[in-house]
Protein backbone atom coordinates (compact mmCIF):
# COMPACT_ATOMS: atom_id res chain seq x y z
CA UNK A 1 0.00 0.00 0.00
CA UNK A 2 1.24 3.51 -0.78
CA UNK A 3 0.69 7.08 1.03
CA UNK A 4 0.64 10.37 -0.72
CA UNK A 5 1.09 13.31 0.34
CA UNK A 6 0.29 16.12 -2.80
CA UNK A 7 0.90 19.69 -2.52
CA UNK A 8 0.59 22.42 -4.96
CA UNK A 9 0.76 26.21 -5.35
CA UNK A 10 -3.01 27.82 -5.92
CA UNK A 11 -1.55 31.14 -7.28
CA UNK A 12 -4.20 31.62 -10.10
CA UNK A 13 -2.66 28.70 -12.31
CA UNK A 14 -5.01 27.38 -14.91
CA UNK A 15 -6.93 23.27 -13.78
CA UNK A 16 -4.57 21.59 -16.45
CA UNK A 17 -1.39 23.57 -15.05
CA UNK A 18 -2.97 22.89 -11.21
CA UNK A 19 -3.25 19.16 -12.14
CA UNK A 20 -0.08 19.01 -13.95
CA UNK A 21 1.75 20.60 -10.64
CA UNK A 22 0.14 17.89 -8.93
CA UNK A 23 1.13 15.04 -10.86
CA UNK A 24 5.31 16.64 -10.46
CA UNK A 25 5.06 17.41 -6.81
CA UNK A 26 3.58 13.86 -5.58
CA UNK A 27 5.79 11.72 -3.58
CA UNK A 28 5.06 8.24 -2.55
CA UNK A 29 6.44 6.18 0.32
CA UNK A 30 5.61 2.61 1.99
CA UNK A 31 3.35 2.66 4.49
CA UNK A 32 3.08 -0.54 5.97
CA UNK A 33 1.90 -4.55 5.50
CA UNK A 34 -0.28 -7.01 7.12
CA UNK A 35 -0.48 -10.33 7.26
CA UNK A 36 -2.80 -12.19 7.05
CA UNK A 37 -5.70 -10.05 5.85
CA UNK A 38 -8.12 -12.15 6.48
CA UNK A 39 -8.67 -14.73 10.15
CA UNK A 40 -10.06 -17.77 8.85
CA UNK A 41 -11.69 -20.38 11.44
CA UNK A 42 -14.06 -23.34 12.09
CA UNK A 43 -16.19 -22.93 15.37
CA UNK A 44 -19.54 -24.02 17.23
CA UNK A 45 -21.89 -21.44 18.33
CA UNK A 46 -21.55 -19.50 21.00
CA UNK A 47 -17.66 -20.13 21.05
CA UNK A 48 -14.81 -17.28 21.92
CA UNK A 49 -11.66 -17.91 19.32
CA UNK A 50 -8.61 -16.42 20.04
CA UNK A 51 -7.24 -14.19 16.48
CA UNK A 52 -3.89 -12.47 15.64
CA UNK A 53 -2.58 -10.19 12.99
CA UNK A 54 1.16 -9.49 12.33
CA UNK A 55 2.11 -5.61 11.54
CA UNK A 56 5.58 -5.11 9.41
CA UNK A 57 7.10 -1.71 9.14
CA UNK A 58 8.39 0.15 6.28
CA UNK A 59 11.11 2.77 6.13
CA UNK A 60 9.51 5.36 8.22
CA UNK A 61 7.32 5.04 11.83
CA UNK A 62 3.35 5.37 11.61
CA UNK A 63 0.85 5.73 13.89
CA UNK A 64 -1.82 3.98 13.26
CA UNK A 65 -5.84 2.77 14.96
CA UNK A 66 -7.23 -0.55 15.49
CA UNK A 67 -10.81 -0.24 15.12
CA UNK A 68 -13.55 -3.36 15.39
CA UNK A 69 -16.76 -2.75 12.96
CA UNK A 70 -19.34 -4.46 11.61
CA UNK A 71 -19.65 -5.40 7.84
CA UNK A 72 -21.77 -4.60 5.19
CA UNK A 73 -22.49 -6.02 1.59
CA UNK A 74 -23.01 -4.20 -1.50
CA UNK A 75 -24.75 -5.35 -4.24
CA UNK A 76 -21.50 -6.06 -6.49
CA UNK A 77 -20.44 -8.21 -3.23
CA UNK A 78 -17.85 -6.13 -2.18
CA UNK A 79 -17.68 -5.86 1.73
CA UNK A 80 -17.00 -2.49 3.86
CA UNK A 81 -16.99 -1.43 7.20
CA UNK A 82 -19.94 0.07 8.47
CA UNK A 83 -17.88 2.43 10.72
CA UNK A 84 -20.88 3.80 12.26
CA UNK A 85 -21.72 0.25 13.88
CA UNK A 86 -18.92 -0.39 15.92
CA UNK A 87 -18.81 -4.43 17.02
CA UNK A 88 -17.65 -4.03 20.62
CA UNK A 89 -19.54 -7.08 21.70
CA UNK A 90 -17.90 -9.73 19.98
CA UNK A 91 -14.86 -8.36 19.09
CA UNK A 92 -12.14 -7.45 22.97
CA UNK A 93 -8.63 -6.93 21.73
CA UNK A 94 -6.07 -7.55 23.34
CA UNK A 95 -3.17 -5.22 22.19
CA UNK A 96 -3.36 -1.69 22.27
CA UNK A 97 -5.90 0.52 19.51
CA UNK A 98 -3.52 3.19 18.99
CA UNK A 99 0.17 2.05 17.96
CA UNK A 100 3.27 3.40 16.72
CA UNK A 101 5.12 0.99 14.11
CA UNK A 102 8.38 1.60 13.87
CA UNK A 103 11.29 1.00 10.97
CA UNK A 104 11.47 -2.38 10.21
CA UNK A 105 9.70 -3.47 13.44
CA UNK A 106 7.00 -6.04 13.55
CA UNK A 107 4.02 -5.80 16.08
CA UNK A 108 0.81 -7.74 16.73
CA UNK A 109 -2.78 -6.95 16.96
CA UNK A 110 -4.21 -10.35 18.86
CA UNK A 111 -7.80 -10.41 20.27
CA UNK A 112 -10.84 -12.68 21.12
CA UNK A 113 -13.88 -13.16 19.22
CA UNK A 114 -16.74 -14.78 20.41
CA UNK A 115 -19.41 -16.11 17.90
CA UNK A 116 -23.26 -15.33 19.15
CA UNK A 117 -25.02 -18.44 20.08
CA UNK A 118 -27.42 -18.38 17.61
CA UNK A 119 -24.84 -17.83 14.57
CA UNK A 120 -25.65 -19.32 11.06
CA UNK A 121 -23.20 -21.58 9.18
CA UNK A 122 -20.91 -18.44 8.53
CA UNK A 123 -19.96 -15.41 10.52
CA UNK A 124 -17.57 -12.47 9.72
CA UNK A 125 -16.73 -9.13 11.18
CA UNK A 126 -14.21 -6.35 10.89
CA UNK A 127 -11.24 -4.71 11.95
CA UNK A 128 -10.23 -1.05 10.22
CA UNK A 129 -6.76 0.06 10.64
CA UNK A 130 -5.69 3.42 10.07
CA UNK A 131 -2.77 5.13 9.24
CA UNK A 132 -3.21 8.12 11.63
CA UNK A 133 0.35 9.14 10.49
CA UNK A 134 0.58 13.07 10.35
CA UNK A 135 3.15 15.20 7.64
CA UNK A 136 2.73 18.69 6.97
CA UNK A 137 2.59 20.80 4.18
CA UNK A 138 5.97 21.93 2.45
CA UNK A 139 7.05 25.41 3.70
CA UNK A 140 8.87 25.64 0.91
CA UNK A 141 6.45 28.59 -0.94
CA UNK A 142 4.60 31.26 0.52
CA UNK A 143 1.75 30.94 -2.00
CA UNK A 144 -1.17 29.93 -0.83
CA UNK A 145 -1.23 25.72 -0.74
CA UNK A 146 -3.40 22.75 -2.40
CA UNK A 147 -3.04 19.85 -0.26
CA UNK A 148 -4.61 16.42 -0.55
CA UNK A 149 -3.49 13.68 1.74
CA UNK A 150 -4.57 10.36 1.20
CA UNK A 151 -5.36 7.77 3.94
CA UNK A 152 -4.19 4.16 3.67
CA UNK A 153 -6.42 2.19 5.52
CA UNK A 154 -7.08 -2.25 6.07
CA UNK A 155 -10.20 -3.65 6.41
CA UNK A 156 -9.04 -6.74 7.71
CA UNK A 157 -11.78 -9.94 8.08
CA UNK A 158 -12.49 -12.42 11.09
CA UNK A 159 -14.02 -15.11 9.33
CA UNK A 160 -16.13 -18.50 10.49
CA UNK A 161 -17.11 -21.45 9.19
CA UNK A 162 -19.60 -22.39 11.99
CA UNK A 163 -20.10 -26.45 12.66
CA UNK A 164 -22.78 -28.01 14.36
CA UNK A 165 -25.05 -24.53 13.09
CA UNK A 166 -28.58 -24.06 13.64
CA UNK A 167 -30.66 -26.56 11.49
CA UNK A 168 -33.12 -23.47 10.30
CA UNK A 169 -31.43 -21.25 7.79
CA UNK A 170 -34.19 -19.55 6.68
CA UNK A 171 -35.08 -19.15 2.97
CA UNK A 172 -32.69 -17.60 0.50
CA UNK A 173 -34.38 -15.78 -2.55
CA UNK A 174 -33.70 -15.45 -6.21
CA UNK A 175 -35.51 -12.26 -6.98
CA UNK A 176 -35.17 -11.50 -10.74
CA UNK A 177 -32.34 -13.01 -13.40
CA UNK A 178 -32.27 -12.63 -16.96
CA UNK A 179 -29.21 -11.87 -19.37
CA UNK A 180 -27.68 -8.74 -19.98
CA UNK A 181 -25.44 -7.16 -22.48
CA UNK A 182 -21.81 -6.58 -21.97
CA UNK A 183 -19.78 -5.30 -24.52
CA UNK A 184 -22.39 -6.98 -27.05
CA UNK A 185 -22.38 -10.49 -25.39
CA UNK A 186 -24.66 -12.13 -23.40
CA UNK A 187 -23.82 -12.09 -19.39
CA UNK A 188 -26.43 -13.93 -17.16
CA UNK A 189 -26.91 -11.43 -13.91
CA UNK A 190 -29.71 -12.17 -10.84
CA UNK A 191 -30.18 -10.96 -7.46
CA UNK A 192 -29.90 -12.93 -4.78
CA UNK A 193 -31.24 -11.82 -1.21
CA UNK A 194 -30.53 -12.87 1.97
CA UNK A 195 -32.97 -11.79 4.53
CA UNK A 196 -31.64 -13.13 7.40
CA UNK A 197 -29.49 -12.27 10.48
CA UNK A 198 -27.18 -15.52 9.82
CA UNK A 199 -24.26 -15.39 6.48
CA UNK A 200 -24.36 -18.10 3.89
CA UNK A 201 -21.16 -19.48 2.12
CA UNK A 202 -23.00 -20.70 -1.47
CA UNK A 203 -22.43 -21.64 -4.98
CA UNK A 204 -24.73 -20.67 -7.99
CA UNK A 205 -25.21 -22.37 -11.42
CA UNK A 206 -27.21 -21.32 -14.46
CA UNK A 207 -28.76 -23.18 -17.52
CA UNK A 208 -30.67 -21.74 -20.47
CA UNK A 209 -33.31 -24.19 -21.31
CA UNK A 210 -35.14 -23.72 -25.55
CA UNK A 211 -38.95 -23.36 -25.46
CA UNK A 212 -39.15 -27.01 -25.78
CA UNK A 213 -37.00 -27.53 -22.39
CA UNK A 214 -33.98 -28.75 -24.46
CA UNK A 215 -30.90 -27.23 -22.63
CA UNK A 216 -28.84 -24.76 -25.50
CA UNK A 217 -26.34 -24.15 -22.11
CA UNK A 218 -25.44 -26.02 -19.69
CA UNK A 219 -23.33 -25.44 -16.19
CA UNK A 220 -22.18 -21.87 -16.04
CA UNK A 221 -21.01 -21.35 -12.61
CA UNK A 222 -22.02 -17.78 -11.20
CA UNK A 223 -20.18 -15.30 -8.93
CA UNK A 224 -20.10 -12.01 -7.61
CA UNK A 225 -19.67 -8.91 -9.40
CA UNK A 226 -16.68 -7.82 -7.70
CA UNK A 227 -15.05 -11.52 -7.38
CA UNK A 228 -15.32 -11.87 -12.02
CA UNK A 229 -11.31 -11.67 -12.47
CA UNK A 230 -10.57 -13.66 -9.36
CA UNK A 231 -9.10 -16.90 -10.58
CA UNK A 232 -10.83 -20.12 -10.18
CA UNK A 233 -12.00 -21.06 -7.27
CA UNK A 234 -12.06 -17.85 -5.69
CA UNK A 235 -14.18 -16.42 -8.37
CA UNK A 236 -17.36 -18.49 -7.52
CA UNK A 237 -17.47 -18.93 -3.94
CA UNK A 238 -20.47 -16.60 -3.22
CA UNK A 239 -20.07 -15.79 0.44
CA UNK A 240 -23.55 -13.89 1.36
CA UNK A 241 -23.61 -11.35 4.79
CA UNK A 242 -27.08 -11.14 6.73
CA UNK A 243 -29.53 -8.75 5.20
CA UNK A 244 -27.91 -8.38 1.92
CA UNK A 245 -28.67 -8.45 -1.90
CA UNK A 246 -25.76 -9.23 -4.14
CA UNK A 247 -25.73 -9.96 -8.02
CA UNK A 248 -24.47 -12.76 -9.26
CA UNK A 249 -23.04 -12.94 -12.65
CA UNK A 250 -21.44 -14.40 -15.66
CA UNK A 251 -20.55 -14.52 -19.50
CA UNK A 252 -22.54 -16.99 -21.47
CA UNK A 253 -19.72 -19.21 -22.40
CA UNK A 254 -21.69 -20.05 -25.98
CA UNK A 255 -23.30 -17.53 -28.23
CA UNK A 256 -27.48 -17.13 -27.80
CA UNK A 257 -29.46 -16.41 -30.57
CA UNK A 258 -32.70 -14.43 -30.95
CA UNK A 259 -35.67 -16.68 -29.38
CA UNK A 260 -37.83 -17.70 -26.39
CA UNK A 261 -35.39 -19.26 -23.34
CA UNK A 262 -35.84 -20.46 -20.08
CA UNK A 263 -32.78 -19.06 -17.28
CA UNK A 264 -32.74 -21.97 -14.33
CA UNK A 265 -30.35 -21.05 -11.80
CA UNK A 266 -29.68 -23.42 -8.85
CA UNK A 267 -27.94 -22.28 -5.64
CA UNK A 268 -26.55 -25.06 -3.49
CA UNK A 269 -24.57 -24.88 -0.22
CA UNK A 270 -22.19 -28.04 0.97
CA UNK A 271 -25.46 -29.52 2.58
CA UNK A 272 -27.02 -29.61 -0.95
CA UNK A 273 -29.33 -27.23 -2.64
CA UNK A 274 -30.81 -24.13 -1.17
CA UNK A 275 -33.08 -22.97 -4.06
CA UNK A 276 -34.21 -22.87 -7.62
CA UNK A 277 -35.32 -20.52 -9.66
CA UNK A 278 -36.75 -20.29 -13.55
CA UNK A 279 -36.76 -16.64 -15.51
CA UNK A 280 -38.54 -16.59 -19.42
CA UNK A 281 -35.74 -14.55 -21.34
CA UNK A 282 -36.74 -13.70 -24.87
CA UNK A 283 -33.54 -12.76 -26.99
CA UNK A 284 -34.98 -10.08 -29.99
CA UNK A 285 -33.03 -9.88 -33.05
CA UNK A 286 -30.33 -7.17 -32.18
CA UNK A 287 -29.36 -8.39 -28.71
CA UNK A 288 -25.71 -9.05 -28.23
CA UNK A 289 -24.48 -7.77 -31.89
CA UNK A 290 -21.00 -8.40 -30.96
CA UNK A 291 -21.56 -12.20 -31.40
CA UNK A 292 -22.23 -12.26 -34.70
CA UNK A 293 -18.94 -10.65 -35.75
CA UNK A 294 -17.25 -14.17 -33.99
CA UNK A 295 -19.75 -16.95 -34.92
CA UNK A 296 -22.63 -17.23 -37.29
CA UNK A 297 -24.85 -19.96 -37.46
CA UNK A 298 -26.98 -21.89 -39.70
CA UNK A 299 -30.23 -24.21 -39.08
CA UNK A 300 -30.19 -22.85 -35.38
CA UNK A 301 -28.23 -26.09 -34.94
CA UNK A 302 -24.72 -25.27 -36.24
CA UNK A 303 -22.34 -22.46 -34.82
CA UNK A 304 -19.30 -22.09 -37.53
CA UNK A 305 -16.54 -20.26 -36.06
CA UNK A 306 -15.12 -17.82 -37.30
CA UNK A 307 -17.76 -15.71 -39.49
CA UNK A 308 -15.41 -14.23 -41.70
CA UNK A 309 -11.64 -15.44 -42.96
CA UNK A 310 -8.96 -13.52 -44.07
CA UNK A 311 -6.15 -14.75 -46.23
CA UNK A 312 -3.43 -12.94 -47.04
CA UNK A 313 0.72 -13.32 -48.53
CA UNK A 314 1.94 -10.28 -46.59
CA UNK A 315 3.76 -10.35 -43.98
CA UNK A 316 2.71 -12.43 -40.81
CA UNK A 317 -0.59 -12.81 -43.11
CA UNK A 318 -2.14 -16.69 -42.89
CA UNK A 319 -2.32 -18.28 -45.88
CA UNK A 320 -4.49 -20.93 -44.07
CA UNK A 321 -7.52 -20.67 -41.72
CA UNK A 322 -9.66 -23.24 -39.97
CA UNK A 323 -13.05 -22.83 -40.20
CA UNK A 324 -15.00 -24.78 -37.04
CA UNK A 325 -18.22 -26.44 -37.54
CA UNK A 326 -20.16 -27.74 -34.12
CA UNK A 327 -23.32 -29.19 -34.59
CA UNK A 328 -25.20 -28.33 -31.04
CA UNK A 329 -28.76 -29.99 -31.97
CA UNK A 330 -29.74 -33.87 -31.23
CA UNK A 331 -29.81 -34.68 -34.80
CA UNK A 332 -27.16 -35.04 -37.37
CA UNK A 333 -26.78 -32.66 -40.06
CA UNK A 334 -25.11 -33.17 -43.44
CA UNK A 335 -23.00 -29.55 -44.77
CA UNK A 336 -21.89 -28.77 -48.41
CA UNK A 337 -19.51 -25.86 -48.67
CA UNK A 338 -19.08 -24.24 -51.94
CA UNK A 339 -16.89 -21.25 -52.82
CA UNK A 340 -17.68 -18.67 -55.27
CA UNK A 341 -16.69 -14.75 -55.63
CA UNK A 342 -19.21 -12.14 -54.97
CA UNK A 343 -20.58 -11.97 -58.02
CA UNK A 344 -21.60 -16.19 -57.76
CA UNK A 345 -19.20 -17.19 -60.22
CA UNK A 346 -16.61 -20.01 -58.94
CA UNK A 347 -12.78 -18.75 -57.98
CA UNK A 348 -9.38 -20.34 -58.50
CA UNK A 349 -7.95 -19.03 -55.56
CA UNK A 350 -9.44 -20.56 -52.82
CA UNK A 351 -9.76 -23.90 -51.87
CA UNK A 352 -11.47 -25.22 -48.43
CA UNK A 353 -10.66 -29.35 -47.48
CA UNK A 354 -12.78 -31.20 -46.83
CA UNK A 355 -15.83 -29.72 -48.64
CA UNK A 356 -18.07 -31.95 -47.15
CA UNK A 357 -19.06 -32.91 -43.46
CA UNK A 358 -21.34 -35.02 -42.09
CA UNK A 359 -21.61 -33.71 -38.37
CA UNK A 360 -23.14 -36.09 -35.41
CA UNK A 361 -24.98 -34.83 -32.47
CA UNK A 362 -23.35 -32.31 -30.03
CA UNK A 363 -19.86 -33.11 -32.23
CA UNK A 364 -17.62 -30.76 -33.72
CA UNK A 365 -15.34 -30.67 -36.96
CA UNK A 366 -12.93 -28.46 -38.22
CA UNK A 367 -12.51 -27.43 -41.87
CA UNK A 368 -9.29 -26.00 -43.59
CA UNK A 369 -9.56 -22.48 -45.87
CA UNK A 370 -6.61 -22.25 -47.82
CA UNK A 371 -5.70 -19.91 -51.09
CA UNK A 372 -4.90 -21.79 -54.39
CA UNK A 373 -1.51 -20.79 -55.72
CA UNK A 374 -1.10 -16.84 -55.94
CA UNK A 375 -2.90 -13.66 -57.44
CA UNK A 376 -0.81 -12.56 -60.24
CA UNK A 377 -2.04 -9.19 -60.32
CA UNK A 378 -1.07 -8.41 -57.00
CA UNK A 379 -4.95 -7.15 -56.05
CA UNK A 380 -6.91 -7.93 -53.03
CA UNK A 381 -9.72 -10.35 -53.42
CA UNK A 382 -12.94 -11.38 -51.83
CA UNK A 383 -14.61 -14.76 -51.81
CA UNK A 384 -17.91 -16.35 -50.44
CA UNK A 385 -17.64 -19.86 -48.49
CA UNK A 386 -21.07 -20.67 -48.81
CA UNK A 387 -22.58 -23.12 -46.02
CA UNK A 388 -25.12 -25.80 -47.45
CA UNK A 389 -26.73 -27.51 -44.02
CA UNK A 390 -29.34 -29.98 -44.17
CA UNK A 391 -30.95 -31.86 -41.32
CA UNK A 392 -34.29 -34.81 -41.10
CA UNK A 393 -34.97 -32.11 -38.08
CA UNK A 394 -35.37 -29.55 -41.09
CA UNK A 395 -38.17 -29.31 -43.49
CA UNK A 396 -36.31 -27.13 -45.90
CA UNK A 397 -31.61 -26.79 -46.31
CA UNK A 398 -30.41 -23.94 -45.04
CA UNK A 399 -27.24 -21.72 -46.21
CA UNK A 400 -24.89 -19.04 -44.65
CA UNK A 401 -22.50 -17.03 -46.38
CA UNK A 402 -18.59 -16.50 -45.02
CA UNK A 403 -16.77 -13.68 -46.11
CA UNK A 404 -12.98 -14.40 -47.13
CA UNK A 405 -10.16 -11.98 -48.22
CA UNK A 406 -7.24 -12.96 -49.91
CA UNK A 407 -4.93 -9.53 -49.66
CA UNK A 408 -2.02 -8.98 -51.83
CA UNK A 409 -1.78 -5.45 -52.29
CA UNK A 410 0.93 -4.03 -49.24
CA UNK A 411 0.00 -0.53 -49.93
CA UNK A 412 -1.64 1.55 -47.12
CA UNK A 413 -5.11 1.89 -47.47
CA UNK A 414 -6.90 4.91 -45.79
CA UNK A 415 -10.58 3.81 -44.84
CA UNK A 416 -12.99 5.26 -47.48
CA UNK A 417 -16.26 5.76 -45.19
CA UNK A 418 -19.54 8.03 -45.58
CA UNK A 419 -21.60 7.97 -42.63
CA UNK A 420 -25.30 8.61 -43.30
CA UNK A 421 -28.46 10.68 -41.13
CA UNK A 422 -28.81 8.66 -37.66
CA UNK A 423 -32.67 8.26 -37.14
CA UNK A 424 -35.04 6.36 -35.35
CA UNK A 425 -36.14 3.20 -36.28
CA UNK A 426 -40.03 2.55 -38.17
CA UNK A 427 -40.73 -0.25 -35.37
CA UNK A 428 -39.09 0.30 -32.58
CA UNK A 429 -38.24 3.15 -30.95
CA UNK A 430 -35.61 1.85 -28.60
CA UNK A 431 -33.33 0.96 -32.35
CA UNK A 432 -31.41 3.95 -33.54
CA UNK A 433 -30.04 3.24 -37.10
CA UNK A 434 -26.86 4.83 -38.51
CA UNK A 435 -26.03 3.95 -42.15
CA UNK A 436 -22.74 3.34 -43.13
CA UNK A 437 -20.85 3.02 -46.72
CA UNK A 438 -17.71 1.44 -46.89
CA UNK A 439 -16.06 3.27 -50.65
CA UNK A 440 -12.52 2.03 -50.37
CA UNK A 441 -11.38 -1.12 -52.04
CA UNK A 442 -10.37 -3.16 -48.59
CA UNK A 443 -12.73 -4.50 -46.33
CA UNK A 444 -13.28 -2.29 -42.59
CA UNK A 445 -14.00 -3.59 -39.48
CA UNK A 446 -15.79 -0.87 -37.98
CA UNK A 447 -16.80 -0.40 -34.26
CA UNK A 448 -19.20 2.87 -33.44
CA UNK A 449 -20.06 4.28 -30.14
CA UNK A 450 -23.02 6.64 -30.08
CA UNK A 451 -23.30 9.45 -26.89
CA UNK A 452 -26.92 10.83 -26.71
CA UNK A 453 -26.78 14.12 -24.78
CA UNK A 454 -29.07 16.74 -23.43
CA UNK A 455 -28.54 19.42 -21.09
CA UNK A 456 -26.94 18.33 -17.88
CA UNK A 457 -28.72 14.24 -17.75
CA UNK A 458 -26.65 11.66 -18.07
CA UNK A 459 -25.61 11.10 -21.14
CA UNK A 460 -27.01 7.68 -22.74
CA UNK A 461 -24.05 5.55 -24.75
CA UNK A 462 -24.94 2.94 -27.14
CA UNK A 463 -22.67 0.72 -29.78
CA UNK A 464 -22.89 -1.01 -32.89
CA UNK A 465 -20.30 -2.79 -35.55
CA UNK A 466 -18.52 -4.82 -33.18
CA UNK A 467 -15.61 -5.04 -35.25
CA UNK A 468 -17.87 -7.53 -37.86
CA UNK A 469 -16.81 -6.95 -41.83
CA UNK A 470 -17.93 -4.08 -44.08
CA UNK A 471 -16.79 -5.20 -47.22
CA UNK A 472 -15.74 -2.41 -50.41
CA UNK A 473 -18.65 -0.93 -51.71
CA UNK A 474 -21.04 -2.86 -49.19
CA UNK A 475 -23.62 -0.29 -47.46
CA UNK A 476 -24.85 -1.33 -44.16
CA UNK A 477 -27.52 -0.35 -41.49
CA UNK A 478 -25.86 -0.43 -37.71
CA UNK A 479 -28.66 -0.59 -35.34
CA UNK A 480 -28.04 1.24 -31.64
CA UNK A 481 -29.83 -0.27 -28.85
CA UNK A 482 -31.09 2.75 -26.48
CA UNK A 483 -30.81 1.56 -22.76
CA UNK A 484 -33.92 2.22 -22.05
CA UNK A 485 -37.03 4.43 -23.65
CA UNK A 486 -35.87 8.20 -23.67
CA UNK A 487 -38.21 10.98 -25.75
CA UNK A 488 -36.58 14.74 -26.61
CA UNK A 489 -34.03 16.64 -28.80
CA UNK A 490 -30.09 14.83 -28.20
CA UNK A 491 -27.04 15.69 -29.73
CA UNK A 492 -25.37 12.28 -30.83
CA UNK A 493 -21.64 12.94 -30.85
CA UNK A 494 -20.46 9.68 -32.68
CA UNK A 495 -17.27 7.63 -32.19
CA UNK A 496 -16.21 5.75 -35.50
CA UNK A 497 -13.26 3.30 -35.20
CA UNK A 498 -12.73 2.09 -38.59
CA UNK A 499 -10.38 -0.64 -38.34
CA UNK A 500 -7.81 -1.46 -35.72
CA UNK A 501 -4.96 0.89 -36.94
CA UNK A 502 -6.50 3.95 -38.48
CA UNK A 503 -7.71 6.86 -36.13
CA UNK A 504 -11.18 6.96 -35.47
CA UNK A 505 -13.45 9.30 -37.30
CA UNK A 506 -15.56 11.92 -34.60
CA UNK A 507 -18.69 13.26 -35.66
CA UNK A 508 -21.90 15.06 -34.29
CA UNK A 509 -25.49 15.02 -35.13
CA UNK A 510 -28.63 15.80 -33.72
CA UNK A 511 -32.14 12.87 -33.25
CA UNK A 512 -35.11 13.92 -31.92
CA UNK A 513 -36.87 10.47 -29.89
CA UNK A 514 -40.38 9.88 -29.58
Known amino acids: MLFAM?????????????????????????????????????????????????????????????????????????????EDLQDTDSVRLLTSTELRLHQGEVQEIEGTWTLPRDSGQFVSVGLLVTDRSEEPLSQKTTSRQLGVRFVTRYLLRLEADIRRANAGQGEIRLTTGGLVDRDGFAHVNALLWNPHDAGRRLHANARLLDSSNNVVINDVPLGLESRLHQPVPKRF???????????????????????????????????????????????????????????????????????????????????????????????????????????????????????????????????MVTMNGHAGDKLDKYAELILYAE??????????????????????????????????????????????????????????????????EAPLICEAGYHAWLLPKESRELRFQLPESTSGIFKASIHAALDRSADPILSEQTIVLP
Open 237 to 367: ELTVLPRSEVTLAAALPEPVFPGDYQLQIDVSDDRGDVTQQVFPVHVGRYDFQAQRSVVGRVLKSIQVHTSAIELSTLRGGNRLVPLSLKNQGDKPVSIRLVTQDRDGDEVSWLRVRPDRVQLAPRTQRKV
Open 6 to 82: VTTAANGESPSQRIARINAEARFRPTFRIDPLAFQCQAIPGQTVRFKFELHGGETPIDFSVQPVSLVQHRDGKVTAA
Open 391 to 456: SEAAANPAALKVPVAMLNDDRSHDPSVAIGKIQVSEHDPRIVILPITNHGTRHLTPHLIVTLTRGN
